[in-house]
Structure formats: structure tokens, C-alpha cells
């Protein structure tokens, strides 16, 4: 069985701090893809980022930062220096690549809603 | 491309009705999911599809609940008869194969009164 745990519920934070959107999994698979989505108050949900199982670089896109460690199951998602237009719902998730009945499966976290204040 | 289509995007209707919500995934994508989103919730997966084929329907709450995939360019998602729990936005996202990402459609939002 996959899942996906973002413990903080909602977050808020003032213009121009750090934050980080944490975000634990749990699988049998040894391959494996990780990703984060967003989902600003219009509704739609937006692709961020993609991360395989065996590519534990961190990411660093702009003002957005992933940090991917396979030892404590972890895949956290930092903004920095956040804005007002950072506010959103940010959802990980996690899909199977492996054989067996759950290839394919994209389970998504509970999600974490982020309010930045201007 | 037009990206992930779904209709209607809104729907209200009584308690006891029979509601169908509709999917037009992305042309060559082998993996179609539909998701249930509710504040108490999250993103619940509540089937998916691979070649048209349902692979996991581990998620659908109950018996009336149904979906169907009569091919590669459509897939409905039915509730018979429909309950005010039911209440929720429901998504659904395509995707090319297991390692990618997948893309999402605009979702509907269901309200059952």
C-alpha cells in the first residue's frame, strides 16, 4: 500500500518569509516517482514537479526549492522569500512504478493550505 | 491540445437522482483517474483506468458509485442515486504512462441537495 502524509494542515506566513510544505511517504516500491501540485484558489490543479526514486538531488526552481531524502521518506517543497500569489492549496503525491497491482496508482497527500499575507 | 475536458462543471440536483459526470482525457494518455475532493477529505483517488482497462477501484465509497471507460477517448463516472455526502468536486486526470506526470481537468463540482 502507498501513502502520502502532509501533517500541516494550513500554514501561514507574511510576505517575503521562508516556508517549507512538508511531506512523508510510505511504499514497498524501490521504484517509485514523487511529485507536488498546486492548487490556487481558482480550483485547477497545477503540476510543479517530478522526482524518481533515485534521484536525490535537490531541485531548485526560482523562488522553489524540493528537498528529496529516501532515508527519512521525505519530499519537502521550500518557498522562498513568498508571496501573496504563493497562497494555494500544495498537494504531494506519489505513483508506483513498479510491477504488481499499484503500477501506475498516484496518490495524493491531504494537502496543505498555504496563506501568505501581504 | 485541448488538455483534460470535463462536463458539466457544475451540477446540482436532488437527493436521490441519478448524476453522470463526463471525462474527455488527453489524446494518447493510457491512464485515466478520477478524484473526489472535499475539505474533510483531501484528494481521494477513486479509480483509475490504464488502456481503458479499471485497475483500482478500491477507492469508490460504495455501490452506487460506478465508472466506465468505453474507450480510449471517454470515461464516465456515475452515482446512483446520489446522496447530499456526495456533495464534493470531482476531478479527473490523464496521464501517458506511470512515470509521468498527470494532467487534470477542470473538475466538476457536484452539489446534491
Known amino acids: 500500500a502507498q501513502k502520502v502524509t502532509q501533517a500541516q494542515t494550513e500554514i501561514s506566513v507574511v510576505e517575503k518569509e521562508d516556508v517549507t510544505l512538508d511531506c512523508v511517504y510510505e511504499t514497498r516500491d524501490t521504484t517509485y516517482y514523487l511529485f507536488w501540485y498546486k492548487q490556487p484558489p481558482s480550483g485547477e490543479l497545477v503540476f510543479l514537479i517530478r522526482r524518481n526514486s533515485f534521484d536525490e538531488q535537490n531541485e531548485i526552481s526560482g523562488r522553489y526549492s524540493w528537498n528529496f531524502q529516501k532515508s527519512t521518506s521525505s519530499f519537502n517543497f521550500t518557498i522562498t522569500a513568498s508571496q501573496v500569489v504563493d497562497s494555494a492549496v500544495y498537494f504531494c503525491a506519489l505513483s508506483s512504478a513498479a510491477g504488481g497491482t499499484s503500477y501506475g496508482k498516484l496518490t495524493f497527500g491531504q494537502g496543505t493550505i498555504l496563506t501568505v499575507h501581504p | 491540445d485541448a488538455g483534460v475536458i470535463q462536463s458539466p462543471r457544475h451540477e446540482v440536483t436532488e437527493m436521490g437522482q441519478e448524476v453522470t459526470l463526463r471525462c474527455k482525457p488527453i489524446?494518447?494518455?493510457?491512464?485515466l483517474f478520477w478524484y473526489r475532493q472535499t475539505m474533510m477529505r483531501g484528494l481521494e483517488l477513486l479509480i483509475y483506468?490504464?488502456?481503458?482497462?479499471?485497475?483500482?477501484d478500491s477507492g469508490m465509497p460504495e455501490d452506487r458509485f460506478s465508472a466506465k471507460m468505453p474507450n480510449a477517448s471517454f470515461s464516465t463516472l456515475k452515482i446512483q442515486p446520489s446522496e447530499p455526502r456526495d456533495s464534493a468536486v470531482y476531478f479527473c486526470?490523464?496521464?501517458?504512462?506511470?512515470?509521468?506526470?498527470?494532467?487534470f481537468g477542470q473538475g466538476t463540482r457536484l452539489t446534491v441537495v
Open positions: 489524446s494518447g494518455h493510457d491512464y
Open positions: 483506468f490504464n488502456n481503458n482497462v479499471p485497475i483500482d
Open positions: 486526470a490523464s496521464r501517458t504512462d506511470r512515470n509521468t506526470e498527470a494532467f
